[in-house]
């Protein structure tokens, strides 16, 4: 244990002040008696009634400086270190839209963000991580850091955007840190896409430790949302196109609804093929209006 | 300094428990008729028929006992208890002795007594004065007394009067006792209520003047609750002594505490033996007592009072 602020250290004399007003207090203090004549027998013991005794309320004032120098010293406990340099760590998150599929009773990017924090909170104290964000393009949150805290603040400031993902590019770049300044890094991976979809060559994904959350690979998605409309039509003849996608590697079912100023419009029941692609347009729309974009809760599910 | 700050809790439920109590005499003698009776006095007129004497000329023929007469063919005629108004002092040390320790009240228990003593005294329509005894560090006479009281109604002087008093002082029974009695030419019922802390010359001289002008003469011995256990006062600390101011610092170790009630037990038998010895009625009462208590069970059991 240390301390730094030993200019706190001469606040103990307080302590010795306080004794010395309860003996003050003590050799003031008369109790008045009758008559003195029936104690004449009785020995006087002027050192034992002298003597200092702690009653309960100068403990608690004694506990109570005590406690306020105490927090003037500043305490510390050091912590030995026996390595000059740590590890490098390098955490690329998955922020895709389907990360936000669910998974029971949480989203896959919540998995996804509690692996990451299990990873931060084993650091060594002098081990620096950098955090990279990948949609549909990767984004550098933080560099290389060993404020470990600020790294799990950030973590948390993350969230999945309705975005496609492109997630070999943010390994790439990744890598592309691992070897800086001499040191390499160890490049964890944080997505629910399986390895092989990544497109990389495999001596760099060797390299890679993958977390992938999600028990499937169910992504069904919206992948377009446009409306067209031009100056000279109104309402009734705008025309809006739906792109939906099947990223998964297995035929999916779902039900497409739009809403026009959340009244339902439009519904369609379809099935798509592994990794296809389907169209629907919208039209006749009764009434001008907002097309809520359709989240993947609302417009499309599975089935 | 303490004052008699019990004087006012005095409340009339407690006065009316006192209105069956008159004080019991022996030995004092009174000039004027009244109703306290006088054992071993005989009076030719009164209530209470105590025996028969003969007939001597000048002698009321209402009280001749006729069937007596017829009988012992013998003129005899009734005699009754004496009843006198009996002059009654009550004497109130007010030495800073009787205030201390403070948590014991002492002083205003004592000043409770002699109210509650003095409405005893004045519903039987007897006489009666009550008697500071002061001291000259006060500034004051030896005495401050009360003028005589007679009636009931007159009771109500006397709280206002033991309210004023203080205990401060050293104790001067002996010379207060003294110009009392210079001043006083009927002697009556001396009840003298103290703490009796002071050297013994002081309250044997002071009780002894008392028997000697031919007062019936009652010691009071009031005793403080922490008097009789000190622990309740302090464990260990610097003691004073509130009349000369001497200090003595004591630990209460089991043995000092020992040593202490041996002393007071003795102070309290010096006081009660020097009673005894002089036909003087000794009564000790603790301010851990109750106010009534005393009045109706203490002080009767010890003869001090009776029921009418």
């Known amino acids: ?303 | 300094m303490a004052g008699a700050r019990g004087v006012s809790t005095i409340d009339p439920a407690f006065l009316k428990s006192l209105d069956r109590l008159r004080v019991r005499v022996r030995a004092a003698r009174g000039h004027r008729p009244g109703e306290t009776p006088i054992p071993r006095i005989s009076q030719p007129w009164g209530i209470e028929f105590e025996s028969y004497k003969e007939y001597a000329p000048g002698d009321d023929f209402r009280y001749v006992d006729w069937n007596v007469v017829g009988r012992l063919e013998q003129l005899l005629v009734k005699t009754f208890t004496a009843e006198r108004e009996i002059p009654f002092h009550v004497f109130l040390d007010t030495s800073a002795s009787m205030g201390a320790p403070t948590i014991d009240h002492k002083f205003a228990f004592a000043a409770d007594l002699v109210a509650a003593f003095s409405y005893v005294v004045l519903i039987n329509n007897d006489t009666l004065r009550v008697v500071a005894l002061s001291s000259p560090e006060k500034g004051q006479r030896p005495f401050l007394a009360l003028s005589s009281l007679r009636h009931r109604s007159q009771f109500l002087r006397v709280p206002p009067f033991l309210e004023r008093l203080t205990a401060a002082g050293k104790t001067y029974l002996r010379e207060s006792v003294r110009a009392y009695i210079e001043q006083t030419k009927e002697p009556g019922v001396a009840v003298l209520v103290s703490d009796f802390l002071t050297e013994p010359p002081q309250y044997e001289e002071a009780l002894v003047l008392l028997k000697a002008r031919g007062y019936e003469v009652k010691a009071v011995h009031v005793l403080g609750a922490a008097e009789l256990e000190p622990s309740r006062l302090f464990r260990r600390g610097k003691l004073y002594d509130v009349e000369d101011q001497s200090e003595r610092w004591i630990s209460l170790t089991p043995a000092n505490l020992r040593r202490y009630q041996d002393a007071l037990q003795a102070h309290v038998g010096a006081v009660q033996g020097f009673c005894h010895r002089h036909q003087i009625l000794y009564t000790r009462v603790s301010t851990a007592s109750s106010l009534i208590a005393v009045m109706t069970e203490e002080f009767p059991r010890a003869g001090l009072l009776t029921l009418r």
């Not at chain 1, 990767?138 to 496609?164: I, K, M, N, Y």
């Not at chain 1, 419009?265 to 039209?283: E, G, Q, T």
């Open chain 1, 1 to 303: 244990m240390g301390i730094l602020n030993p200019s706190a250290l001469p606040f103990f004399a307080l302590l010795g002040i306080l004794v010395l007003i309860y003996l003050r207090e003590r050799w003031r203090q008369r109790i008045a008696v009758p008559t003195l004549s029936l104690w004449l027998q009785v020995k006087e013991d002027k050192l034992r009634v002298r003597r200092f005794l702690p009653s309960l309320l100068f403990l608690a004032q004694a506990l109570l400086l005590l406690m306020l120098i105490g927090g003037l010293l500043h305490p510390y406990r050091p912590v030995t270190v026996t390595e000059t340099r740590g590890d490098r760590w390098i955490l690329v998150m998955d922020v895709s839209a389907s990360m936000q599929a669910r998974e029971g009773r949480t989203r896959r990017f919540e998995m996804a963000l509690d692996q990451a924090e299990q990873l931060v909170k084993a650091f060594g104290p002098l081990d620096e991580a950098m955090l990279i964000s990948v949609a549909t393009r990767p984004q550098l949150v933080s560099g290389f850091t060993t404020d470990h805290r600020q790294l799990l603040h950030l973590l948390e400031t993350l969230r999945p955007l309705d975005a496609g993902t492109n997630l070999s590019l943010g390994i790439e770049l990744a890598l592309a840190q691992r070897d800086r300044q001499g040191r390499q890094a160890r490049v964890h991976v944080f997505t629910d896409l399986p390895k092989s979809t990544l497109g990389l060559p495999s001596d760099q994904l060797k390299d890679l430790v993958y977390h992938r959350v999600g028990k499937s690979d169910d992504n069904l998605a919206i992948a377009a949302l446009q409306l067209y409309q031009n100056p000279f039509q109104n309402y009734s003849q705008a025309q809006a196109y739906v792109l939906v996608r099947n990223y998964a590697y297995r035929p999916k079912g779902a039900v497409l609804t739009v809403y026009l100023n959340d009244k339902p419009i439009f519904r369609r029941d379809f099935s798509l093929p592994a990794r296809d692609v389907v169209s629907f347009s919208v039209k006749g729309f009764d009434g001008p209006g907002k097309l809520s974009p359709p989240g993947a809760g609302r417009c499309a599910g599975s089935r």
